[in-house]
């Protein structure tokens, strides 16, 4: 019981360590203003490069991945089709597609799909 109360001990006392360290040497000494500037051939910026971007374009942007990736997973049941009877593919189908269209007409209802301007 001591070994393994000792070993934890151990364990602990490295994780601080190195935990410790880390701070330590990841810490910025300066701020720069050349290396905080965004890099044009040794020009001056003509604008900011921390333009303001649309959360809306985003939020579309991930709803079309979220339903890109599903109709990644629909694409297998072509060969479910083929393994199994009718009836579990219709079932399996209507299933994951009315999954779909709830979670389409959900982001519908918030206004997600309307661009503002």
Not at 2 to 15: P, S
Not at 74 to 100: D, G, H, R
């Amino acid at each position: 019981m001591h070994a393994v109360f000792n070993m934890a001990l151990i364990i602990l006392v490295i994780t601080a360590i190195l935990l410790a360290l880390a701070a330590i040497l990841g810490m910025k000494t300066f701020s720069d203003r050349e290396k905080n500037s965004p890099f044009e051939c040794g020009f001056d910026p003509k604008s900011s490069a921390r333009s303001p971007f649309s959360l809306q374009f985003f939020l579309i942007a991930t709803i079309f991945l979220v339903f890109d990736v599903e109709i990644t997973l629909i694409l297998p049941l072509a060969i479910i089709m083929t393994k199994t009877n009718l009836i579990n593919f219709f079932m399996i189908s209507v299933i994951f597609i009315t999954v779909l269209l709830l979670g389409l007409y959900h982001e519908w209802k918030q206004g997600a799909l309307t661009w503002a301007h």
